[in-house]
């Protein structure tokens, strides 16, 4: 458009550069500690991580998606077992459950976090539910009170999908200190990322933090070329969890500012005929996403008109996973999710987002709506 700046939908660079420095001396030293898999870059980040997340270990692994996989093994999904969870999610939370052999069972969700809705949850329990996996959609913690109450009642785990929501809190306590066990991916889009692919399987207990250190090493327990059962190669390398360490003291403060961007968003956003997201608590949001909803059939107009003017968004998600053509064979009807994918759109967002973008992005969806 005329000379003027695209705005993409996120710009890794304000957060690369200033580290730019650290990034390059973690990469010499693990050059020179000639350790590329399972050494002191892994134990520490390990570490750190369960102490900033609260839990007992951190098991690092090749990416979120093996994190759900290997996280619903290690807690003793067998084939058959069903499993549930939100329809409205990134592909691999239900995905990792048919890889298993589960059965993924949807539930609807709360229409204003976008996160499970318990209700549904508790009425597709059968005999055959084994656990259920709360996404933290977009950053919003979801109703860990009343699905932990469902869990603890009905003998089920709770597998919380961090991935989208790193630093996130709920009545005080880190989001991956809430369930059995809790999956973070490193992706590079996500609120802390590595240089490439990662993940992470985080609990408290004992028997399923050992469970997937031999899951992610071919099913060895500690001896090697001794397997035990069929594994994975999932592990995490030393050089993704070097850069990690060196982005992890910072996410606090990045999370911080991204609450401010999306408070920003949210006042010049405040007339218009759209609903932008809440924060319900005791959830504390870390905005992965800030993510409207456009009703009435205006919401592709609304992004077409954004796109015109150079503005990036994303529509995250648009097939309902109940509905996917992966597995669709005429699931119930989930109103809210149905619903929901019609209507979302979300904004460019990152850390040092500058207000000038913000009004640009008001200005535009304002004209667009009126
Ligand atoms: C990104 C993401 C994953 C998968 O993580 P990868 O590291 O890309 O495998 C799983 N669940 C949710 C909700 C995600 O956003």
């Not at 619903?72 to 048919?98: K, M, N, Q």
């Not at 890889?99 to 069972?105: E, N, S, T």
């Not at 991935?163 to 709920?170: P, T």
């Not at 071919?218 to 070097?242: F, P």
């Amino acid at each position: 458009m005329s000379g003027r700046k695209e705005l993409p939908l996120l710009d890794l660079g304000p957060e690369l550069a200033p580290l730019e420095t650290e990034l390059v001396a973690a990469m010499t030293r693990v050059l020179h500690s000639r350790r590329f898999i399972l050494g002191p870059e892994v134990e520490a980040f390990e570490r750190e991580l369960a102490s900033y997340i609260g839990v007992a270990h951190a098991v690092a692994l090749n990416s979120g998606t093996d994190a759900l996989i290997i996280g619903l093994r290690a807690l003793g999904v067998r084939p058959g077992d069903e499993v549930i969870t939100s329809s409205f999610s990134f592909f691999a939370s239900a995905e990792a459950i048919a890889l298993v052999g589960g059965v993924p069972v949807f539930a609807d969700i709360e229409p204003r976090s976008f996160n499970l809705d318990p209700a549904s949850v508790e009425a597709r329990i059968s005999p055959r539910t084994r656990g259920i996996i709360p996404v933290h959609l977009f950053g919003h913690p979801a109703d860990m009170r009343a699905l932990g109450k469902l869990a603890r009642e009905r003998g089920l785990f709770l597998l919380e999908d961090v991935a989208q929501a790193f630093g996130a809190e709920y009545d005080g306590v880190r989001v991956g200190a809430l369930g059995d066990a809790a999956t973070f991916s490193f992706y590079p889009t996500k609120n802390l990322s590595a240089l490439g692919d990662g993940g992470l399987l985080a609990t408290s207990r004992e028997d399923v933090a050992r469970e997937a250190r031999s899951l992610r090493d071919h099913g060895t327990r500690g001896i090697r070329y001794v397997h035990h059962q069929l594994g994975y190669n999932s592990r995490l390398d030393e050089l993704q969890a070097a850069f990690l360490r060196v982005k992890l003291p910072h996410v606090d403060a990045w999370n911080e500012a991204r609450r401010r961007v999306a408070d920003a968003y949210r006042q010049r956003l405040a007339d218009l005929d759209l609903s932008t997201p809440a924060e319900l608590p005791p959830g504390r949001h870390v905005y992965h996403q800030f993510t409207l909803r456009i009703g009435a059939g205006r919401r592709d107009q609304a992004r077409a008109k954004l796109a015109a003017a150079g503005i990036a968004t994303s529509v995250y998600y648009p097939v309902p996973l109940h509905r996917m053509p992966a597995w669709d064979d005429g699931a119930p009807s989930l109103p809210e999710a149905e619903r929901t994918a019609t209507e979302v759109l979300s904004l460019p967002l990152w850390p040092a987002l500058d207000a000038a973008s913000i009004d640009r992005v008001a200005s535009v969806l304002g004209a667009a709506l009126s």
